[in-house]
């Protein structure tokens, strides 16, 4: 058993046995700790759990390599997995906070008075977290299985075991406090290994300000070998690919469910703006990292593996080349590999990296410890949206309104367990890569919640005919979109699948305003009460007059 077996069995374990303890110490024992934490948790522990659960396994293993692969195009989704949150924080995050319910389903079935838009929502809901929740399966399939030498079915069904325990013990309330501490580590290990890269290259600490010069290097490299340049845009995707998968990207993260429900388990509307402000600081602290680790890492590939002799290759690429996501063919048989013979898979470029830049044993292991935070500190916050549409739209609204609150903990408890299950089944073998099956999630959520929330928030004419309308024509535009670019061939202006969204989103709006339009207006409480939504909670609107509360809580 080698060292780096065993280093990277320990550091694992150890980072396990702390979220675990977390969530058996915070354990759920009310409904609201369960759905929303008792609505009590700090702006800046709020803000690093968002950053947890949006920094999936997609963000943490499979953004670097796609920057480095696709170069200049790879940036669209650094830019729409930012501005996203800009878009929520501004738009939409206050003005549910102060609506005050446990789930994006619930807001939209109580404001636009309509059972049926909250069971659409509910679906919706269960539809989005399930996809994404498979790609985090499948990242965490990928990290076990390299670490332990094992086949990724037996990683994936590790994982899933692992997050059906602690988020059904925890609920909210657990998986808050268990996703600052993977925020903690994933961090952690994401920055030391691209400071130290940046000190090996350029003598310089601060990757954020060194890799400018790397770049240069490239450049020459790039015009040397005759390859598309890497800060070229545009050469891997038209113009309107790159703008239409920012767009989904971005609407996608104003609508993700179980995003939204983070800024509900804090007390005010002023602390759900801190804590996507914060947020927004402890993303970019990854997010600002990605484009350098890509940069460090295709220069590395560039001038220490490509040109070598076959037989003198890095000791790394052996591992990788076994795991069949590293290809290294000798196509002219010059006994020489050629950039253009080496294939490196997006999802192996940040786990590779510490070994690449031979950063020893530790480091590799806080990489894997690093990426499993990832993957589980995501996949436990869908695990909660899917159990809140399950336990409470569905069965507790809809079915069951006087049920205990024992039994709703336990019917909620039960819908994690199963819902892991099935999504880890489905990951054994996914439908495709980790950042392209996050971004078909991204496209629904764009498509089918962010027009109803939009709307919702800042139209109040929007009514209950009008966002079932607008959920139902959203929803089949962005999935036959998806299946006809995918495996149709079938594109307009050169969007393929991970661009959705944007049409998705355009026949939402449209179809709930013509529907709206044309059907009777929503009631004058309901139009008081989306006015009122906009004002800081210090202030409330009634009949058409500002009211300033004397006692806020």
Do not use: C
């Amino acid at each position: 058993m080698d060292t780096q077996f065993i280093v990277s069995f320990a550091l694992i374990v150890a980072t396990f046995g702390l979220y675990i303890g977390i969530a058996i110490y915070n354990k759920a024992k009310a409904t609201s700790d369960f759905y929303v934490a008792g609505r009590g948790v700090p702006p800046v522990f709020n803000g690093m759990a968002i950053g947890a659960d949006w920094m999936s396994a997609a963000s943490f293993i499979g953004m670097a390599g796609t920057v480095m692969v696709l170069g200049y195009d790879g940036l669209a989704y650094i830019m729409g997995w930012t501005g996203g949150y800009l878009l929520l924080t501004f738009l939409l995050a206050p003005q549910l906070r102060k609506y005050g319910r446990y789930t994006v389903p619930e807001f939209i079935g109580d404001r636009y008075r309509s059972n049926t838009a909250r069971l659409i929502a509910a679906v919706a809901t269960i539809i989005i977290s399930f996809t994404y929740s498979v790609g985090q399966l499948s990242g965490s399939g990928v990290v076990i299985g390299r670490l332990f030498e094992v086949n990724t079915v037996i990683g994936t069904l590790i994982g899933v075991a692992l997050i059906a325990f602690y988020s059904a013990m925890g609920g909210m309330k657990g998986i808050t406090w268990t996703q600052v501490a993977q925020y903690l580590v994933l961090i952690t290990a994401y920055l030391i290994p691209v400071i130290f890269m940046s000190l090996q290259l350029t003598q310089n600490p601060l990757p954020w300000l060194s890799y400018g010069d790397v770049i240069s290097e490239m450049r020459v490299l790039d015009q040397e070998l005759g390859i598309s340049e890497y800060i070229v845009p545009f050469t891997e995707g038209t113009k309107w690919q790159f703008i239409a998968l920012m767009f989904t990207l971005m609407a996608g993260t104003a609508g993700l469910p179980h995003v939204i429900v983070r800024f509900y388990t804090v007390a005010t509307m002023k602390a759900a703006r801190w804590s996507g402000a914060w947020a927004l600081l402890f993303i970019g602290l990854l997010y600002l990292s990605a484009p350098a680790y890509a940069a460090f890492s295709r220069f590395i590939l560039m001038t220490e593996v490509a040109g070598s002799s076959l037989n003198n290759l890095p000791a790394w690429t052996q591992p990788w080349v076994d795991t069949g996501r590293l290809s290294l063919a000798d196509n002219n048989s010059d006994g020489v590999l050629q950039w253009s013979e080496l294939v490196i898979s997006n999802d192996i470029v940040v786990m590779a990296t510490p070994e690449i830049a031979n950063l020893g044993v530790f480091v590799i292991g806080l990489m894997a410890a690093g990426a499993m935070a990832a993957a589980l500190s995501t996949a436990g916050g869908l695990m909660i949206a899917i159990s809140a549409a399950l336990s409470h739209d569905i069965y507790f609204r809809s079915m069951n309104p006087n049920a205990s609150e024992r039994k709703r903990l336990s019917v909620g408890r039960w819908s994690i367990v199963l819902a892991t299950v099935a999504a880890g089944l489905i990951a054994l073998n996914p439908p495709g890569a980790i950042t392209q099956i996050v971004a078909w999630a991204f496209a629904l959520a764009s498509g089918s919640f962010f027009p109803a929330l939009l709307l919702g928030v800042w139209w109040k004419r929007a009514n209950g005919p009008g966002v079932i309308a607008g959920m139902l024509v959203g929803l089949s535009v962005t999935l036959g979109y998806i299946f006809a670019a995918k495996y149709g061939g079938f594109t307009i202006l050169g969007i393929i699948d991970t661009g959705a969204g944007v049409f998705g989103a355009t026949a939402a709006i449209l179809a709930n305003v013509i529907v709206s339009l044309l059907t009777a207006p929503p009631s004058k409480q309901t139009q008081d009460e989306v006015t009122d939504l906009r004002y800081p909670e210090q202030i409330e609107y009634k009949n058409g007059e500002y009211w300033l509360k004397e006692d806020v809580k």
